[in-house]
């Protein structure tokens, strides 16, 4: 049954687009490569999609790390006050469900309420457009690049670390040589998971975008003005580079270090110096606070500074918003609650059975294809997800509410699987067969001493699922009918209601940075 849901669900889905293109392949032929009004200006539009989602994510990644190395050194290797609060707060955009975010940073960035008026520009620091798209991804992207350095860099033994100090290297020698060679697997990690969250983003880009067209935003557009051969087409292309990069991730993990050879003693040296590391740490700390923190939830004060605006145009105006709000609401609850349980309960079956089945390759074949839908652009999976259970495919499911839901389940069904994979590695197998040999059947070994033990990662991968699904629009845009989540307001209302959005975007921040915390509090305990 495990293997038969993921299948039908995170597979099928994908390999029907391919399907569905060969079969219509002569329409988007004489569409996109030779039509007779427009030639192959089409084909050239995606092109440029895709050059720009590119040149986004690449530009991204690398600010990423280059800000992101330090900050992860600093809350793995050093101990000071505020520590907590520090690695707290880089959860934060975690929390921002990206419309919210979207919107957060168009009033920070693009209008006279947020930096503009300080540096003498009225209408906005910014306007939107391709560099507004890269500071909203640098901030939405952040997190994953600390997170994936800070574990691995914990894990790095610092016996290393201090013999290469005590035979006279610099700090930063040491960081070069030693620690970053062995943390090489949470570098790659964290750059790819940032690449792809960034090319697959489309919610916060809608917003920031401008005349600005990703690639995400190509297939919604396609699909809303029902181009259904050729959105499928451009969701093919996406589908196609999401898995090449997840090969390219794997390889280049598996195959190459870090080719840092030789020293330079008289340089490292200068920049070894407390004056330097210090220069160091605060200007990553600053970086985090006025280009991620700040930005991204800055809808919270706008909402309090213009409440008498807000509370007039979301509770008092005649078309009643606040009704609209509170359905989004109730919608986007009951589709993440439903897409939860149902990854909580199949994801764990395929755990099990990615750890403790010994299956060989197929193993290994699992553990890669359980990651599909984290590299694939989510505008793109919604797409595959409509042909395949829409009228277009089996005709099962109509857009509307079932169908958000279906598609929630498969992007988030890898979170809640490699989050019960990682948990159940963790699990020492003897005390399983401690319970087997004191005569207790499987079923209750499992459930009295394995599923306390993982209680942690499950409800970990409940919350990520979650938010993960409650803060998703690109993927609901493209299924929801006449269904509306909160995200979908946020991108709806931002241009002709302003306040509104603001309101509903400091709500589902509240919501989902508190499903965090209390993440982080249970994992402590």
Wanted: with cysteine.
């Amino acid at each position: 049954m495990t293997l038969a849901f993921f299948v039908l669900m995170i597979l099928l889905p994908t390999l029907f687009l391919f399907v569905y293109v060969v079969t219509d392949w002569d329409e988007i032929v004489e569409f996109v490569f030779r039509n007779p009004v427009s030639g192959n200006i089409r084909w050239f539009r995606m092109l440029n999609a895709i050059r720009i989602s590119f040149q986004v994510a690449f530009i991204t990644t690398v600010i990423d790390l280059v800000v992101g190395v330090p900050l992860a050194l600093l809350l793995a290797r050093y101990e000071f006050k505020g520590r907590r609060l520090l690695d707290a707060l880089v959860d934060l955009p975690m929390g921002v469900p990206s419309a919210a975010l979207g919107a957060s940073m168009v009033l920070f960035w693009a209008t006279g309420y947020g930096l503009g008026p300080l540096f003498g520009r009225p209408a906005g620091l910014l306007t939107r457009g391709f560099w507004l798209i890269v500071l909203t991804h640098v901030t939405f992207t952040f997190p994953y690049i600390v997170r994936s350095l800070v574990g691995v860099i914990e894990g790095v033994d610092v016996t290393y670390e201090h013999a290469s100090r005590t035979l006279g290297a610099p700090s930063f020698t040491t960081f070069r040589t030693i620690t970053a060679p062995l943390s090489l697997p949470g570098i790659m990690a964290g750059a790819i998971l940032a690449f792809t969250r960034s090319l697959g983003e489309t919610g916060a880009t809608m917003i920031v975008a401008g005349l600005v067209e990703t690639a995400p935003l190509a297939v919604v557009a396609m699909h809303e003005r029902r181009l259904v051969a050729s959105a499928a087409f451009l969701s093919m292309l996406l589908v196609l580079v999401g898995l090449a990069m997840l090969g390219a991730m794997r390889f280049v993990a598996e195959k190459f270090g870090l080719p840092f050879k030789g020293a330079w003693p008289e340089v490292e040296r200068k920049l070894s110096g407390k004056p330097q590391r210090a220069l160091r740490d605060i200007g990553t700390i600053s970086f985090l606070g006025s280009l991620i923190i700040l930005p991204s939830c800055f809808s919270i004060p706008y909402v309090v500074r213009f409440w008498p605006l807000v509370s007039r145009e979301v509770f008092l105006a005649e078309d009643e918003k606040w009704k609209l709000l509170v359905d989004g609401l109730m919608t986007s609850f009951e589709v993440a609650s439903l897409a939860t349980a149902v990854n909580l309960v199949l994801g764990l079956c395929m755990a099990i059975i990615i750890v403790r089945r010994d299956w060989g390759r197929f193993n290994k074949l699992l553990d890669m294809l359980v990651d599909v839908p984290l590299v694939i652009p989510t505008a793109a999976l919604g797409f595959s997800v409509y042909l395949f259970w829409g009228p277009r495919g089996l005709g099962l499911f109509e857009t509307g509410f079932w169908l958000i839901v279906l598609t929630h389940i498969t992007f988030t069904y890898p979170y809640v699987v490699r989050t019960l994979v990682a948990a159940l590695r963790s699990v020492d197998p003897s005390l399983e067969e401690a319970a087997r040999t004191l005569g207790a059947p499987p079923l209750t070994a499992f459930r009295t001493v394995v599923l306390p033990l993982i209680g942690p990662g499950l409800f970990a991968g409940a919350v990520m699922a979650f938010t993960r699904s409650l803060s998703e629009t690109g993927a609901t845009i493209v299924v929801m009918g006449t269904a509306r989540t909160v995200p979908v307001l946020i991108v709806e209302w931002m241009e002709a209601s302003v306040h509104a959005a603001a309101f509903a975007s400091a709500i589902l921040i509240f919501i989902c940075y508190g499903l965090l915390l209390a993440l982080r509090y249970a994992t402590r305990r």
